[in-house]
């Protein structure tokens, strides 16, 4: 079998994760097996039309000087290089850039280069950070990841392990074009992985991970219970689930179903109140639930740029009435909510 460049690193600590002793090794090695199927799947150029153009972008990045400054802890996550880069360097870099767009989630620095994304990223990881407990030396989940902004902010704060999981091939290519200026082989480098697959490709009770992130997601699953299940199992006993999504102001018993559009997107199923979901996590296996963060989204947060040019949330709201979605429902309301695997 003939390993991509890309991900030979990605093989490389699954197999050093599948020699752990225990329930840690066993759920590895699993996943080891199935890793060559997964990736030919999550990258078939038959199924994804822009594969091919995104991944051409990608293998024509500039090389670039070795010495770099990484910033990890940053708000925009990135490299820059003291000796600089070419004019030339610049250039071609934001035109390979700028053909994997729509960029989502960040924001980005590399070198010169700043990449605005529709997302302030940034915004969710510091009203988050504080609750965290400390990453450091944890082996890492981030389920619908994106294009991996938050998955280095995890690495910045001291994760060994973490691993991006999204279906997204698009985001795929994003993260491996960040890395390229990060350094595939500087050490914080080393610890963040990519792989295009869902949650319900990840091996049945892994039990394996110290901290699984899951933000953005479960309202995009049709049955929350069991999206809370699969992340109760790929956590080992005591570890941290970090989980955020859209809410409804109510009580716990207090859940929206909207039609079939919610801010224009037309896979959103259930919106509880973060009572409901706080009581949801409870039934799923979890302890020490609390709700630590809980706020509207604004035109800020959340916009257009110039590196993420269709509608954005402005465009999904009432235009009479920013307090409601274009359908009529609450405008968009996120909480944070953090428990333990019991």
């Not at 595939?184 to 319900?200: M, S, T, Y």
Request: glycine residues 8%.
């Amino acid at each position: 079998m003939s390993i991509s460049p890309y991900d030979r690193d990605l093989y490389r600590a699954f197999t050093e994760l599948a020699c752990e002793p225990g329930a840690i090794g066993d759920g590895f090695a699993r996943w080891l097996g199935a890793l060559p199927v997964q990736l030919t799947e999550g990258l078939d150029r038959k199924r994804h039309a822009d594969l091919k153009a995104w991944h051409g972008a990608l293998e024509k990045l500039p090389t670039l000087p070795i010495e770099r400054e990484v910033q990890l802890d940053a708000d925009r996550v990135g490299a820059r290089f003291p000796t600089g880069l070419s004019t030339g360097q610049q250039r071609q870099s934001e035109n390979l850039l700028r053909a994997m767009m729509p960029w989502r989630k960040g924001p980005y620095q590399l070198d010169e280069l700043h990449i605005d994304t529709e997302w302030r990223s940034d915004w969710k990881w510091q009203r988050l950070a504080p609750h965290l407990s400390d990453l450091t030396h944890r082996r890492v989940l981030d389920v619908g990841g994106g294009n991996g902004y938050h998955g280095w902010r995890m690495v910045g704060a001291g994760a060994a392990f973490t691993l991006v999981i999204d279906p997204s091939p698009r985001f795929y290519c994003q993260f491996h074009a960040v890395r390229h200026f990060i350094g595939a082989d500087h050490p914080q480098g080393r610890n963040l992985h990519f792989l295009p697959v869902g949650i319900e490709d990840v091996p049945a009770k892994m039990t394996a991970f110290d901290t699984v992130f899951s933000m953005g997601v479960l309202y995009h699953r049709p049955s929350p219970m069991d999206h809370l299940f699969q992340l109760r199992d790929a956590l080992r006993p005591g570890g941290e689930l970090v989980l955020e999504t859209l809410v409804v102001e109510g009580d716990v018993t207090t859940v929206l179903m909207p039609g079939e559009r919610y801010a224009a997107m037309p896979n959103v199923y259930f919106l509880p109140s973060s009572q409901a979901l706080a009581h949801w996590c409870e039934r799923a296996g979890f302890k020490d639930v609390r709700i630590v963060d809980e706020a509207m989204t604004t035109l800020d947060e959340q916009r257009s740029t110039d590196w993420m040019t269709y509608h954005s949330l402005s465009d999904f709201l009432d235009p009479d009435d920013p307090r409601l979605t274009r359908e009529g429902h609450p405008a968009p309301r996120r909480a944070v909510l953090i428990a333990t695997r019991a």
